[in-house]
Nanobody
Framework: QVQLVESGGGLVQPGGSLRLSCAAS????????MYWYRQAPGKERELVAV????????RYADSVKGRFTISRDNAKNMVYLQMNSLKPEDTAVYYC?????WGQGTQVTVSS
């Protein structure tokens, strides 16, 4: 069965960095686009970034362009989200998605 397991969240000060990871299994990972979403308290879930495969083409929400980088390792069935210059408004639960499948999420809190 499909499994998506996120990790790497935590508490970080404004301006800091975090790297999220998503371990995928149960499908042909290298054949599909992968997505990162986030949901802040009281807000709707929003798309943060997407990476295609095998093209590797990426797209970002305007709010994270130039600060976040999505990448993937098809040999390891992993997708990553490198987050730099973090802001308090980046605080959210971050989710990995493939097709209609979601991970359990990982909490990112940006606060001094």
């Amino acid at each position: 069965q499909v499994q998506l397991v996120e990790s790497g969240g935590g508490l970080v000060q404004p301006g800091g960095s975090l790297r999220l990871s998503c371990a995928a299994s149960g499908f042909t990972f290298s054949s599909y686009a992968m997505y990162w979403y986030r949901q802040a308290p009281g807000k709707e879930r929003e798309l943060v970034a997407v990476i295609g495969s095998p093209s590797g083409i990426t797209r970002y929400a305007d709010s994270v362009k130039g600060r976040f980088t999505i990448s993937r390792d098809n040999a390891k069935n992993m997708v990553y989200l490198q987050m730099n210059s973090l802001k308090p408004e980046d605080t959210a639960v971050y989710y990995c998605r493939y097709s209609n499948y979601w991970g359990q999420g990982t909490q990112v809190t940006v606060s001094s």
